[in-house]
């Protein structure tokens, strides 16, 4: 058995990095393998669980805002991260400390190597430790009063499906990670279900039927009450520009309707903060959770999400937008086309990663081929990223003119070029870079980043 410790935080995280070789492998038997060794420290802690295919980030960050400007102190778990790997872990929005994080991965370690020898289940992978150091944190280290926890994958087999949550959050449901999830949205509806747990309510944006009808099905079964968008909260957008858009919210547990500002954009974020705002109202009604009305606008106001329609550099005019799904391409072309003014020059820089529906997502993005001046695909520095020429293929295949596309074999050398020829631009110069949310990061990182954005 293997007893060696790390002493350099590097060496530490090049581990949990090399874990990544064991995949994705659906189950709990390795985490509740652990947890049960570690004397289940998870059950010490009130958690709001949050699944959904496309906002679950947006969702927990309103949450985490709301809660932190009413005082409670929060943990926050998320995936993935965009500059730091310590992203994924926060306590009232910092990210844990690296002394923390090296002893918590020497701890997990020694488990993790016994759970490999000891056991029949194996080595548990990258993210299930990443889950269990989480748990480790919060439960020992912080003890916050409040823990906003994000599913990795899916929901019923995912590795943060060992909590007993009090409140389950699904955002929607939509055809991602099919391969894993299931070919049709009620199989993956039901895999996303899967964190409901009995008697715990649960809150949702979703609005397809089919979805709906796994999700209450499910809930009837664990004799959960749902909150459903449109039905028992609802919100409407009232007005937005780039940067900022106000809507107005309503829910049975109000009297009257609130109106409320955020600063990111697009209809999308109406509905993720509107789910924020009802598990808030579920909090306050069943929890004994106290936040007053000013508090709740200061921290939906405050909320910022990197890479979700970022505006990093305003002359010229340059966003980041991860949407690396057919609806988060959906939600991006919905959005430029209310925002973008009519004398607006755009060009797209596009890159996404293999295992992803290349081709649907161009169709979508086809929405703005009468707006785009050229559409440029590339590569980037990760395993899964799609090869240039790939994605060149996909948006043929997908209904693009070939006069408008083109391949970029360096993105950085083309973004240094573009700034540079556009800085004496007009502010009808736009450049929008999406796909995965990988590559987001890496670009993200081109762009100067405050101290605050990152996290410390």
């Not at 109406?270 to 306050?284: E, S």
Request: hydrophobic share 40%; proline share 4%.
């Amino acid at each position: 058995m293997s007893s060696e410790q790390f002493t350099k935080y590097e060496h530490g995280l090049d581990w949990l990095h090399g874990l990544l070789r064991f995949g994705a492998r659906p189950g709990l038997e390795r985490m509740n393998w652990v947890l049960e060794e570690l004397d289940h420290p998870e059950r010490r802690l009130p958690f709001i669980h949050v699944a959904g295919t496309n906002g679950k980030g947006s969702t927990c960050a309103y949450l985490t805002q709301m809660l932190l400007e009413a005082g409670y102190s929060v943990g926050t778990f998320t995936s993935p991260y965009l500059i730091d790997f310590r992203e994924r872990i926060r306590y009232n929005g910092n990210m844990i400390p690296q002394d923390d994080l090296l002893a918590l991965i020497n701890e997990i370690k020694t488990l993790v190597d016994r759970c490999e020898q000891e056991t029949e289940y194996g080595s548990p992978t990258e993210f299930e430790v990443v889950t269990l150091i989480a748990i480790l944190y919060f439960a020992r280290v912080v003890r916050p009063a409040v823990v906003v926890w994000e599913t990795g994958l899916g929901g019923r087999l995912d590795s943060t499906n060992v909590v007993l949550p009090i409140v389950s959050v699904i955002t929607n449901i939509g055809m991602d990670h099919t391969q894993v999830l299931g070919q049709s949205l009620p199989e993956i509806a039901w895999e996303k279900a899967g964190i409901i747990k009995p008697g715990v309510p649960v809150v949702t944006g979703e609005r397809n039927p089919e979805a709906l009808a796994v999700i209450t099905k499910k809930a009837k079964e664990t004799r959960s009450t749902v909150y459903q968008i449109d039905k028992e909260f609802e919100a409407a957008q009232l007005e937005e520009q780039l940067g900022e858009q106000r809507f107005r919210y309503k829910s049975i547990h109000r009297r009257h309707e609130s109106s409320y500002r955020l600063t990111m954009n697009g209809p999308h974020q109406v509905d993720n903060a509107a789910v924020a705002l009802m598990t808030i109202d579920v909090l306050r009604n069943y929890f004994s959770y106290i936040l007053e009305e000013e508090e709740i606008l200061r921290g939906l106001q405050q909320t910022r999400w990197p890479g979700r329609l970022e505006v990093v550099s305003s002359r010229p005019l340059v966003v980041l937008d991860g949407a690396h799904n057919r609806e988060g391409i959906e939600a991006l072309t919905g959005s430029l086309k209310k925002l973008m003014p009519g004398e607006a020059r755009l060009q797209m820089l596009f890159a996404g990663l293999g295992d992803k529906p290349l081709m649907e997502m161009a169709s979508a993005l086809t929405e703005m081929m009468d707006r785009v001046e050229s559409l440029h695909v590339t590569t980037f520095d990760y395993p899964r990223a799609a090869d240039a020429q790939t994605l060149y293929q996909a948006f043929r295949d997908g209904g693009w003119e070939e006069t408008l596309l083109d391949t970029v074999p360096d993105w950085r050398a083309f973004l240094k070029d573009w700034m540079k020829d556009k800085q004496s631009a007009k502010a009808d110069d736009w450049l929008v870079i999406c796909g995965s949310l990988y590559f987001i990061a890496q670009v993200r990182a081109f762009f100067p980043t405050t101290v605050e954005e990152a996290g410390e």
